[in-house]
Structures are given as C-alpha cells and as structure tokens.
C-alpha cells in the first residue's frame, strides 16, 4: 500500500496529466474538426457536391471570419470558462453534423462560420483554463501535450477521411461521422472542464489602453509577424489536398499529406513544450523559416518527395509558432509592466485578418493562372518577411 505521502505527491501529477489530455480532446476537437476537417474534405466535395475550388474558397473564409469573430468577442465577454468549452464543444459537433445534413452552398457558408466561432471559443477558453489548472499543480511543462491537440485532431481526421473514402462514404456521411466523434470526444472530457476559481474571461478585462501605451517596436513587430504567419500558413492549411491531388494526378498517395501534417504538428508542440525561456525567441524566428520552405518546397520539388518535406516542415513549425508567439507577448509585458491581454488581442486579430485574405487570394490566382504557385510563392515571402523582422529587433 502506498504512503499517504505518496498519494499526495502523485496526485497532482495524476491531476495534471488529466487536464493535459482533456485539454489535448477539447483542441482535437475544436481544430482538427471544427476548423480544419473541411481541409481533407473538400476534393471530395468538388467531386460528390459540385463545390467549385471558388466557393470552397468562401467556405474556409466564413469559418475563419468566424474564429476572429469569436476570439475577439473572449477579450470582452463575462461569461464562465467551463461554460464556454462546454457549449463551444457541443457547438463544434453538432454544426458539424448540420453540413452532412444539409446541400447549398449558402447553408453551409452559415454553418461554417458559426462553426469558426464555436472552435475559438473551444481554443481561447479551453487554453486557458487548462494553462491555469497545469500551474497550479505544478506541471506548465505539459502544455505543450495541450496544444498537441491541435496535430492530433488533423491526423485523426485525415486518417479517417482516407479509411471513410475507401469505404465507400460520401462527403456528407462523413461530415455527419466526423459530428458524431466529436460530441462523442465532448463527452469523454466533459467532467475535466468543470467549474473551477479561475478568471471569467480568459483574458483581462482591463482595457487596452491601460497597456497599449507601453507598446514598443518589439510589440508592433511582433504584431505584425503574426498577420504575415496567419496569411502564409492558411494557403496550404486549407488546400493541401487539392495541391497533392493536382500535382500527384489523383493518386491515392495524395490523401497522405495531411495526416502527415498532422502527425509534424503534435511532435512541433511536443518539441516546443521543452523550448527554455532563454532560446524561444531564436526558436521563433527559427520556425519562421522552416514553415516558409515548407510553404515553397512542394512548388519547387513538385513531387511525392516535394509534398512529403513540405507536409512535415509546415506541421513543425504549425502550432510552434502560435505557443511561442503567445510565450514571448508574456515575456514582452512581464519585462515591460503591462497587461499581456491588449496585446493578445492585437495578435488574435492580425493573425485572424492575415487567415481571411488567404484563400481569397489563393482563389484568385487558382481562377486567374490555373495553379496555386503564384499563392504559395507569396506566403513564403510572407513568412521569410515576419521571420526577418523578428530576427532584426530579435535584440
């Protein structure tokens, strides 16, 4: 039998490992279904539903527009924590659910924008509950197990769009599949997020001008950088599969890639969770880098080995980015004396913005040039630009 001693030292441990993984479900969830299970399937919705590359363009637009929407509206709201995963949960299954169920574009452009809000509401409460749970039991360490959600959540859903495929589903059975799961996985965490003494808004409620008025190049840069992060990740994030298939030909290989993304995405957050105070910045800039070749390679090697170092360098660096970026705008205020949350919203918003103009973008040169070149160059540039401009000030 074990000491009482013993107990209480595992315990904690045995807490936060919990907190970890209902967080790791929540992320899951909220963006490998919510937000990123249209990615895999929409060549299948070109092929079964008529969906033009056009208007699959628009649909990834609302559900962005709806992440900004709801990760704004969290900077303001009063409202419960645990009250807010709960619903942006059941929110995330049962719109998903509703595309399967319903035909039009016009349905389901609605459908995928309050889908965008249920999942920012997931991601932006969720975060931050389990970030506060894991510090007080002692363990910040496994936030990266957190955010590794976020991978696990597309392998699984890429995965599973292949094996459903393959069966002999159609887009919408598996939209009305990948509902089901998802409440589901709501269920299974559902007691992990129960009330608890933290913040009712997951940022302050201070107002953004007791802190904005501290806001050096370091900030604005860092701002910025984000935006050119949110536009040059977000081209290949929505039509990766559309990309594979055309350069592969159709070839059953090209459903491979996003899993693979998805897989390079949990060990990027895995990896990023063990990064020291002391280098997160030159890991920053680092992933900067890394994700523009990973954005690129797949135009300049446009083959299986090409898509495969492309796949992996953009899920690396995938999430990395975002928990650094958070982790140096703590820095930046801790060092500086302000509130971090004008600042969080400052990021939320640029990196939202710079998701909108994305697939429009790639939409355009699609209709204008026949292929998605010229709309992966410029992310790359993007990305090589918010790299450079972190690595200037990186003093």
Sequence with gaps: MRSRKGDTVSRPFY?????ALAGLAALAVAMGVGRFAFTPLLPLMQADAGLTLGEGSWLAFANYLGYLLGALATVWMRAPAHVMVRAGLIGTGVLTLAVGLVHGFHLWWVLRFAGGVASAFVLVYASSMTLERLNQAGAPQLFGVVFGGVGTGIALTGLACLALVAAGLDSASIWIAFGIASLAATAACWAAFAAMPV??????????????????????TLIVAYGLYGFGYIIPGTFMPVIARD??????????FWPMFGV???????????VSNAHQRSALIACYFVEALGVIIPVVLADVLGLALGSSMLGIAFVAITMLTLREARALSNAKGYDVAPLM???????GLGQLVGPPVAGFFF???GGFGPSLAIAAACLVLGGAALWIIRR
Excluded at 199 to 220: D, K, M, N, T
């Design 15 to 19: 807490l936060a490992r919990s907190y």
């Design 199 to 220: 913040a009712v808004s997951p940022q302050s409620h201070a107002s953004a001008a007791s802190g904005s008025h501290r806001w050096g190049l370091a900030e604005w």
């Design 247 to 256: 350069l592969l030909g159709g070839a059953f290989a090209s459903g491979w």
């Design 264 to 274: 390079a995405a949990l060990a990027g957050s895995l990896l990023t969770g063990r």
């Design 345 to 351: 919203g400052a990021l939320t918003a640029a990196f």
């Design 367 to 369: 209709s204008r040039m």
